[in-house]
């Protein structure tokens, strides 16, 4: 059949199909496992706000957010749960990049439940509702975020603006394997208090998600306009009342790619991320189309780090001791 159809086309025709189908090939090999491993290269933790119709510099519309989707999923991302990247744990094919999602603020568009003659279901236009239905279509690309939110603001921001469901939510983040991080109470400023009130807002933050979802370990922290307190030391460990808390990643608002974790510069308590706003994720994604060898390619074996030998001596040796290196 396929001699028929190329039998009735202009060679002109002919060549032009040809190079569509070996574009088209190309790229879908190089997502697929082509690029040879280095799992030292860059990885994208990419940071969203607000979720909602109207456009603003903080702002992604449901279009921008199922494009964004597709365009890392065509170009060969797979996600990555924050808690693994800083494990070292990559567990994605062979060929794909990984890409941590991440949400600030509990915004309602980020996870919004429509309530229709009394049922309840996740609206299909918020970043849950999207994420879920990527994930149905295209299973490979996995569904893991980290939503940093804060249990104390003023609404629409306190726990996704709808209070009846403030606790339901928290639990079916949860449930549906997605991570909730810490933002502190309210979206303090850390620089302009002491170490109790610092320590006052990041413990009252894990105390209010635990709360909801008894024992759920909080060990992430997104700074509040990427700022620090005075030592970092607060933000790290503490406890106020009968909470405490450790982070062992504290994620700024900025920054551009972050490090491997296999990376001897990778330093988990200053991870940078990128704004998901305008077109800053297309260029970022096409850059790095046109340089495959500075981003992280994965080898698909968790228990094992590959990268070309004339790195070698950027890979962290201290760190990640199980782990086999493979170095080619
Ligand atoms: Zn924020």
């Given at each position: 059949?396929?001699?028929?159809?190329?039998?009735?086309m202009?060679?002109?025709?002919?060549?032009?199909?040809?190079?569509?189908?070996?574009?088209?090939?190309?790229?879908?090999s190089?997502?697929?496992?082509?690029?040879?491993?280095?799992?030292?290269?860059?990885?994208?933790?990419?940071?969203?706000?607000?979720?909602?119709?109207?456009?603003?510099?903080?702002?992604?519309?449901?279009?921008?957010?199922?494009?964004?989707?597709?365009?890392?999923?065509?170009?060969?991302?797979?996600?990555?749960?924050?808690s693994?990247?800083?494990?070292?744990?990559?567990?994605?094919?062979?060929?794909t990049h990984?890409?941590?999602?991440?949400?600030d603020d509990?915004?309602?568009?980020?996870?919004?439940?429509?309530?229709?003659?009394?049922?309840?279901?996740?609206?299909?236009?918020?970043?849950?509702?999207m994420?879920?239905?990527?994930?149905k279509r295209?299973?490979?690309?996995?569904?893991?975020?980290?939503?940093?939110?804060l249990?104390?603001?003023?609404?629409?921001?306190?726990?996704?603006?709808?209070?009846?469901?403030e606790?339901?939510?928290?639990?079916?983040?949860?449930?549906?394997?997605?991570?909730?991080g810490?933002?502190?109470?309210?979206?303090?400023?850390?620089?302009?208090?002491?170490?109790?009130?610092?320590?006052?807002?990041?413990?009252?933050a894990?105390?209010?998600i635990?709360?909801?979802?008894p024992g759920?370990?909080?060990?992430?922290?997104?700074?509040?306009?990427?700022?620090?307190?005075?030592?970092?030391?607060?933000?790290?460990?503490?406890?106020?009342?009968?909470?405490?808390?450790?982070?062992?990643?504290?994620?700024?608002?900025?920054?551009?790619?972050?490090?491997?974790?296999?990376?001897?510069?990778?330093?988990?308590?200053h991870?940078p991320?990128?704004?998901?706003?305008?077109?800053?994720?297309?260029?970022?994604?096409?850059y790095?189309?046109?340089?495959?060898n500075?981003?992280?390619?994965?080898?698909?074996?968790?228990?094992?780090?590959?990268?070309?030998?004339?790195?070698?001596?950027e890979?962290?040796?201290?760190?990640?001791?199980?782990l086999?290196?493979?170095?080619?």
């Amino acid at each position: 059949m396929e001699k028929t159809i190329m039998r009735k086309m202009s060679a002109a025709a002919v060549t032009c199909f040809l190079m569509l189908f070996f574009t088209a090939s190309s790229h879908v090999s190089g997502a697929a496992g082509a690029l040879a491993p280095n799992e030292l290269g860059k990885v994208l933790i990419l940071e969203y706000h607000l979720i909602q119709p109207e456009p603003s510099e903080w702002a992604r519309t449901a279009q921008d957010f199922r494009r964004d989707l597709d365009l890392l999923y065509s170009s060969g991302y797979r996600t990555l749960a924050l808690s693994d990247y800083l494990q070292g744990k990559i567990e994605i094919p062979a060929g794909t990049h990984p890409v941590i999602f991440t949400f600030d603020d509990s915004s309602p568009g980020q996870f919004r439940y429509l309530v229709r003659n009394g049922k309840k279901e996740i609206d299909p236009d918020c970043a849950i509702g999207m994420l879920l239905d990527f994930r149905k279509r295209h299973p490979d690309f996995g569904m893991k975020a980290t939503f940093f939110v804060l249990p104390g603001a003023k609404e629409p921001h306190k726990l996704f603006g709808q209070p009846e469901f403030e606790t339901e939510k928290l639990k079916e983040l949860a449930a549906l394997g997605f991570e909730i991080g810490n933002h502190t109470l309210w979206h303090a400023n850390l620089k302009h208090y002491d170490a109790g009130v610092v320590r006052k807002q990041l413990a009252s933050a894990v105390q209010a998600i635990q709360a909801a979802v008894p024992g759920y370990k909080v060990h992430t922290l997104a700074l509040p306009y990427g700022v620090y307190p005075r030592e970092l030391a607060w933000a790290v460990d503490g406890s106020y009342g009968n909470t405490t808390y450790h982070n062992d990643g504290i994620l700024k608002v900025s920054g551009g790619p972050a490090f491997s974790p296999f990376d001897a510069r990778w330093d988990p308590l200053h991870l940078p991320r990128i704004q998901v706003t305008g077109k800053a994720l297309e260029r970022l994604v096409h850059y790095f189309d046109l340089h495959p060898n500075e981003i992280f390619v994965s080898d698909g074996d968790a228990d094992k780090v590959s990268f070309p030998a004339a790195l070698k001596a950027e890979f962290n040796s201290r760190g990640f001791k199980s782990l086999r290196v493979v170095a080619y």
